[in-house]
C-alpha cells in the first residue's frame, strides 16, 4: 500500500505559524488528491484543504486566508502552511491522497490516511 507520514505539528501561540508537511511512500504510480483533514475533541473529522496533482486548491471556510497547501509532485510530499493560528484550529491534523500504486505486478487505485499529527493552540 501507500503509507503517509505527517510532520510538523505541535502547540503554537495564537497569532502564530506551524507547517505541517505529508510525505507518501511506496510503490506509487500517480498521486490524484493530496490534503488535510482535522478532528477537534468530540467533532467529526472535517475538511481542511486539498490540492490536485494540476495544483487546483480547496480550502475549508473557516481556514481561507490563513491556511495555504502546497505540493511537491516529485517528492510525493504536501505542506500546510497555517498562519495567524487560533484556538479553534486545535486538533489532530490528518494527510490523505489517492492515486494509484503498484500491486501485485498491477496498477491498483488507493486511497491512504496518515496516523496524524497534534495541533494546539491555547486560548
Known amino acids: 500500500q501507500v503509507q503517509l507520514v505527517e510532520s510538523g505539528g505541535g502547540l503554537v501561540q495564537p497569532g502564530g505559524s506551524l507547517r505541517l508537511s505529508c510525505a507518501a511512500s511506496?510503490?506509487?504510480?500517480?498521486?490524484?488528491?493530496m490534503g488535510w483533514y482535522r478532528q477537534a475533541p468530540g467533532k467529526q473529522r472535517e475538511l481542511v484543504a486539498t490540492i490536485t496533482s494540476g495544483g487546483n486548491r480547496n480550502y475549508a471556510d473557516s481556514v481561507k486566508g490563513r491556511f495555504t497547501i502546497s505540493r511537491d509532485n516529485a517528492k510525493n510530499t504536501v505542506y500546510l502552511q497555517m498562519d495567524s493560528l487560533k484556538s479553534e484550529d486545535t486538533a489532530v491534523y490528518y494527510c490523505y491522497a489517492d492515486g494509484y500504486y503498484k500491486h501485485n505486478e498491477r496498477w491498483a487505485e488507493f486511497d491512504s490516511w496518515g496516523r496524524g499529527t497534534q495541533v494546539t493552540v491555547p486560548s
Open positions: 511506496g510503490s506509487i504510480f500517480s498521486i490524484f488528491a
